[in-house]
């Protein structure tokens, strides 16, 4: 069965300028025209659908997942080249193909014994797992083609990132390589990655996919054959001289494969094992259907200050997970602000707007959220070490993760967490990776909530709004006030909810 992905974009509830605006009817897939007034943060008629939603959530679940890379990096390194049964691929009907793609490739893709056996494998016992590739190709492959189209690189070099990485952007080799493309940290540095505490622009689509264009073409330079050059980018030019010195002078890449490196004698086989089923991927049964929304429409705003990912998805509504999605580089999901360096952040294009009209609020909320931590951090904890967190009022997942340096979707997977929705008093499993507040810390007593001394207003929740655009309407009323007022955990909020706020 085919596996079918959706990406359902999520508009912002804070100051639009324009009158009306179209989203998509998830009950039947219509546009539907929605009412925005200027200057307000109020917008009607916007009802996300549900069974989208939980689509949303397999898709990027699928995306942080690391076991397709796993089953990558296994194949190459294990490829025996035994003769496979696979009657529904005749060596005739295979040698043709491979002949039409010979024609219209730079790369060596001649009928050989041992590459028939690397397709036949894959077409075989790795149906699954190609299905998937097909899929998350269809956000990561036109991005791609333009950055190498830059370089004259040929296209079908955008194949080497499904063997490098499966197309995970955080994908990590046992030797440290990391990102798409598997650039070890010196090299990754020569090429202009910036790698730090906070950033490793190895696991950023554009930047990563510029720098190999760049590496490839230097390797090209060096060795005028596209297929040694790839061999160079897994092994090194090193390995791969010192295989034409040892098969006797030999250039063609099968005729040094004996004399290469293990992982690297599979590589380029497995390269046009992948390139060969992609072309051919209705031939073989597989389904190259494109999600109702390929891949997210997008726009990056320069960071002013720093700001991190979940006050970003608590002023803006959008999921934290879609953020981390469009943001890869930022491994604390923490975005920093340093002088003379060009920190982005990308976001929805429907978002961007909102974003900017309102980011000196969204700057000083950030300010006010780093000034409440706990300084100085306690001690490290070990890596293994498992914490039993307990949930108090005002917690939300983007928050637990950030103290102990985790991913929201860590969290959901370790607690077997469906939604983001977290309950006071609930106990959480964490693995920590950072520094982080003791769990010895005094608890606070998990009552639903604060009362509010004076007057009160009735706040009824629209369509549209979040918990920062209701603080916005009542001066010096913070979001923690909303929370700890209303006995809130989270950040959802839906339409018709009554919300206590004190009158300042």
């Known amino acids: 069965m085919a596996i079918r992905f959706y990406i359902v974009l999520f508009v912002c509830g804070l100051g639009f ?8 009817d998830g009950s039947n ?21 549900e069974y989208a939603a939980q689509i949303d959530e397999k898709w990027l679940e699928e995306l942080y997942s690391n076991a397709l890379f796993d089953t990558i990096y296994k194949s190459v390194t294990e490829l025996d080249f035994k003769a496979v049964d696979f009657p529904e691929l005749s060596t005739d009907t295979l040698k043709a193909r491979l002949k039409e793609l010979d024609a219209r490739t730079p790369f060596n893709v001649e009928y050989n014994p041992s590459l028939e056996s690397v397709i036949k494998s894959y077409l075989k016992h ?6 998937k590739l097909i899929s998350l190709s269809a956000y990561y492959f036109p991005m791609f083609e333009r950055e190498l189209d830059l370089y004259d690189i040929p296209l079908e070099v955008k194949y080497l990132a499904i063997v490098e990485s499966a197309l995970k952007p955080r994908a990590r080799s046992r030797v440290g390589a990391t990102g798409l493309w598997q650039f070890m940290f010196s090299t990754g540095k020569m090429y202009g990655l910036d790698v730090s505490s906070y950033v490793d622009e190895r696991s950023d689509p554009i930047k990563s996919t510029e720098a190999a264009a760049k590496y490839l073409a230097k390797l090209y330079s060096i060795f005028g054959d596209w297929d040694l050059a790839l061999a160079a980018y897994n092994s090194g030019p090193g390995n791969v001289s010192k295989a034409i010195r040892r098969s006797g002078g030999y250039k063609n890449y099968w005729n040094i494969r004996h004399n290469l490196p293990r992982e690297t004698a599979g590589y380029l086989p497995a390269f046009l094992a992948n390139m060969y089923i992609f072309e051919y991927a209705e031939e073989h049964g597989f389904k190259k259907i494109k999600p109702e929304l390929a891949y997210f ?23 934290i997970e879609e953020l981390q999605f469009l ?9 920093p602000f340093i002088k003379d360096e060009n920190y982005t952040l990308r976001l929805p294009r429907d978002v961007v707007g909102a974003f900017v009209t309102n980011e000196d609020s969204i700057y000083a909320f950030a300010r006010a959220e780093f000034n409440k931590r706990e300084k100085p951090l306690p001690q490290f904890s070990n890596a293994d070490e498992k914490v039993r967190y307990r949930v108090k009022s005002g917690d939300y997942l983007g928050k637990i993760s950030r103290m102990y340096g985790v991913r929201v979707s860590d969290i959901k997977r370790w607690n077997g967490l469906r939604n983001n929705d977290l309950s006071i008093g609930q106990r959480l499993t964490i693995y920590p990776r950072k520094p982080h507040v003791s769990t010895q810390q005094k608890v606070v007593p998990t009552t639903q909530t604060k009362p509010i001394s004076g007057p009160v207003t009735i706040y009824i929740v629209k369509s549209g709004d979040s918990l920062w655009s209701i603080s916005q309407k009542f001066p010096g009323v913070s979001i923690q006030n909303i929370k700890d007022w209303n006995g809130i955990g989270g950040s959802k909020l839906k339409p018709g909810m009554k919300l206590k706020i004190a009158k300042s």
């Open 17 to 24: 300028s324009q009158t009306t605006d179209s989203i998509i």
């Open 29 to 49: 897939n219509t546009l539907k025209t929605i009412e925005v007034k200027p200057d307000s943060t109020e917008v009607k008629g916007f009802v996300d659908n």
């Open 126 to 131: 790795r149906r699954n797992s190609i299905q």
């Open 297 to 319: 429409e997008t726009d990056t705003v320069r960071v002013k200050e720093m700001i991190t990912l979940d006050q970003v998805s608590e002023v803006t509504g959008t999921p």
């Open 327 to 335: 943001n890869p580089s930022y491994k604390l999901d923490i975005i």
